[in-house]
């Protein structure tokens, strides 16, 4: 059952991306991420990422909302099931999160990497040892 949600999962991916790019246009770069289906193939979560400010971004989302039942219409006549899943458009920010944390990494003021004190094999360095000699 599993494969079978993924498959469906991948196919609706394809075929959103595809109907989004061709029925409306943006002033910015949409594209959907991911797409999460429920067992029941009822409800399709979609995450769509948007490139711009945040105004932008939740104006697509709005706008993707009011084209829903137009787009689950499209998609049922393109992908064939019992039932064509509820679309639900979410804001995909894991691209955003993902750059935010490696500007936060790079801020750091690390030392450099140099040797450890602590050897290869995971001991303390030889001089740190006692003298066995008596």
Request: proline letters at 7%; glycine letters at 4%.
């Amino acid at each position: 059952m599993k494969h079978r949600l993924e498959r469906v999962k991948e196919l609706m991916k394809r075929e959103l991306g595809d109907l989004i790019s061709k029925e409306i246009t943006f002033t910015q770069l949409v594209t959907v991420q991911d797409v999460d289906v429920t067992p029941d193939l009822k409800h399709a979560h979609v995450y769509v990422s948007v490139l711009g400010r945040p105004e932008d971004a939740h104006a697509a989302i709005a706008k993707l909302h009011d084209h829903r039942k137009e787009f689950q219409a499209m998609l049922a006549r393109r992908v064939i099931l019992k039932f064509t899943p509820q679309l639900h458009f979410k804001l995909d920010e894991t691209v955003e999160r993902g750059s935010r944390i490696i500007d936060i990494l790079q801020s750091l003021d690390l030392p450099p990497a140099g040797p450890s004190p602590v050897d290869d094999i995971g001991g303390a360095p030889e001089d740190s040892h006692p003298s066995h000699d008596r």
